[in-house]
């Protein structure tokens, strides 16, 4: 019996993505291992970190790098670096009236439940333009809204076709107007892998202060890291910010265990052939579309960029009575072993991103047993 099992809950065929909800992504046994040999012993943690970050930044083609608790609070963070580089003087050492009257400037297209990272360091936060077309933000409106107490732009990052609404200015032409002030872009790439050139082209190709990275979905690291990449200058002063040191990033502890595993997963997926492992999801997406073809239930095609506009391709799966696609969740995930999968604006998916060898065929088997129930 398992360990979930000894507890009442059924371990889950992940069929949806790397959600933080259902634990993000698998690591590896060469992660695992390193991280089990991590724990036993203790280590100058910042000692580890000089180390560890050195050897991310070479890693991924950057000045500098930094481990830290997920990707929201290393915008937690970042955020208390863009303002102790607007005065001038520790955050530590800031009033509250100079940390509220900062001001962070969001896209309105970007604005999401990950931004607390800057709601919660209690700053102005700045919107700009509508998450549509009829009146996207300019470079005149994003030039506009600059003042002297404009502290950093939070960009969030997403390729052609994922989940972030239109809107917003164009990445490259942000950043050439923060240049222009001397103002921080920092960018919100949590799940902007594959391909693994966006470690260093978001920063080193197009400029940007740094990118934030989390480290327990694509990289397949622990889930409670992230990676922060990109300026020297920025990150000396992020990591007197980050933990163990005393400040707002000393409650956002990413243990020796995490550290290490997430330089191990990051090693690993730098040498990893992405074009093989795009072409695996290929193969199973072409499964499943096989599958329906024998079906009189289900029709099932192909969908390219996934909901995140990662060069993953999905299965978008449909019933041909129209039926409410509600049901097929609720079936698989009774289905022993557990499926899950979730609906997307009413539409159902089978992403295989975390699918391991040999899951695709129990999701074929679980679709064929619940015909019945759907007709």
Request: with cysteine; glycine share 6%; hydrophobic share 40%.
């Amino acid at each position: 019996m398992s360990i979930y099992e000894k507890l009442g809950i059924s371990p889950l065929i992940n069929a949806a993505g790397t959600y933080t909800a259902i634990g993000g992504s698998r690591m590896s046994e060469k992660t695992l291992s390193d991280m089990n040999e991590a724990a036993q012993s203790f280590v100058d943690i910042r000692k580890l970190q000089a180390s560890v970050n050195k050897r991310l930044a070479v890693l991924t083609n950057n000045e500098a790098a930094a481990v830290c608790n997920g990707a929201a609070s290393g915008l937690y963070i970042c955020c208390a670096t863009c303002i102790t580089l607007l005065y001038k003087k520790s955050y530590n050492y800031l009033s509250k009236k100079q940390i509220e009257e900062s001001e962070f400037i969001v896209f309105r297209a970007h604005r999401n439940p990950y931004d607390w990272g800057l709601r919660l360091m209690g700053v102005t936060v700045k919107e700009l333009g509508f998450p549509n077309i009829i009146q996207a933000a300019t470079a005149e409106e994003l030039e506009a809204s600059i003042s002297e107490k404009t502290a950093g732009i939070f960009f969030a990052y997403s390729a052609p076709h994922g989940w972030i609404a239109d809107g917003e200015l164009d990445l490259k032409s942000t950043i050439a107007i923060a240049k222009k002030y001397d103002i921080p872009v920092v960018v919100d790439a949590a799940a902007q892998l594959p391909y693994k050139e966006n470690l260093w082209h978001l920063t080193k190709d197009l400029g940007a202060t740094v990118a934030l990275f989390s480290g327990g979905k694509e990289l397949r690291g622990p889930q409670s890291s992230g990676l922060i990449v990109g300026e020297k200058k920025f990150l000396d002063t992020f990591v007197q910010h980050n933990f163990p040191n005393y400040g707002p990033g000393r409650m956002l502890k990413t243990g020796r265990e995490e550290i290490i595993g997430l330089l191990s997963a990051v090693e690993q997926y730098i040498a990893e052939d992405t074009e093989k492992r795009i072409q695996w999801c290929e193969e199973q997406v072409q499964k499943l579309i096989a599958f329906a073809q024998s079906s009189t239930v289900y029709d099932i095609v192909k969908s390219f960029p996934n909901e995140a506009g990662q060069p993953i391709p999905r299965a978008e799966i449909k019933l041909t009575n129209n039926q409410n696609l509600s049901s097929v969740v609720e079936l698989l995930a009774a289905h022993k072993p557990s499926i899950y999968t979730a609906l997307e604006r009413g539409l159902l998916f089978v992403n295989p991103t975390c699918l391991y060898e040999g899951e695709t065929e129990i999701i074929i088997q679980a679709l064929n047993q619940i015909q019945d129930k759907l007709k």
